[in-house]
């Protein structure tokens, strides 16, 4: 008998974690002179009805998938996105500070949204360069990266051998892709609200099996 050797099938390696991340949904607006509420130093806007919207989208798309663990970070957008699906598996969520949002310094609370939209030199600086810490009071793009690859390592820890869904944010999702992919750090920022991104973190590498799908949007 003739031996076939077929093409090579991903398999989830042994101590492994697989995490599917969701981008927050969209959030209300900012507006000039408002700020948005804040929270350990963060903008922590609510969602807007849109992202409400996605919210249960993503609940109905992943109800039934299986989960060991449901995680949130300290800000409320992830945790309005994630209760749909929270709802559908009975869970409560587990919260995980280190991949809150990057911290913009003097421009969080909103006011990023609208230098970034005005294309302030500081954000052209810092798009060009990669580099958060171009934007006034900052976290530099070594902090954010340092610490999301730290929370990336204990979700290892604590979950090897099973699959969590963790909604996070843009920015992070940007530093999760460039940590394990090693494109330069903002070279997947830009992930849309409700997307789903897939990673599996191994003690060796982590493993990018899908980026921005939003088929169930």
Request: hydrophobic share 40%.
């Amino acid at each position: 008998m003739t031996k076939e050797y077929h093409q090579h099938r991903f398999e989830v390696p042994k101590g492994a974690v697989d995490v599917i991340f969701i981008r927050h949904g969209e959030t209300i607006p900012a507006v000039a002179g408002v700020s948005f509420p804040m929270k350990d130093g963060h903008g922590d806007p609510q969602l807007h009805e849109r992202g409400e919207a996605q919210a249960i989208a993503v609940g109905e798309r992943l109800k039934d998938e299986h989960f060991d663990a449901l995680y949130v970070t300290s800000l409320r957008r992830t945790h309005q996105t994630m209760a749909p699906l929270a709802a559908h598996k009975a869970m409560t969520p587990i919260i995980e500070p280190d991949l809150r949002e990057i911290c913009l310094g003097d421009w969080d609370g909103g006011l990023y949204r609208i230098k970034s939209a005005e294309g302030a030199p500081e954000f052209m600086k810092a798009k060009a360069e990669h580099e958060w810490g171009h934007i006034p009071g900052a976290e530099t793009t070594a902090q954010l990266h340092e610490r999301v690859e730290r929370g990336l390592w204990r979700l290892l820890e604590n979950h090897a051998d099973q699959r969590i869904a963790f909604v996070v944010h843009g920015g992070v999702i940007g530093a999760i892709m460039s940590i394990a992919t090693g494109c330069k750090p903002f070279g997947l920022i830009g992930a849309s609200n409700g997307s789903i991104h897939n990673v599996v973190l191994t003690k060796d590498r982590f493993f990018v099996r899908s980026f921005n799908d939003c088929n169930h949007l």
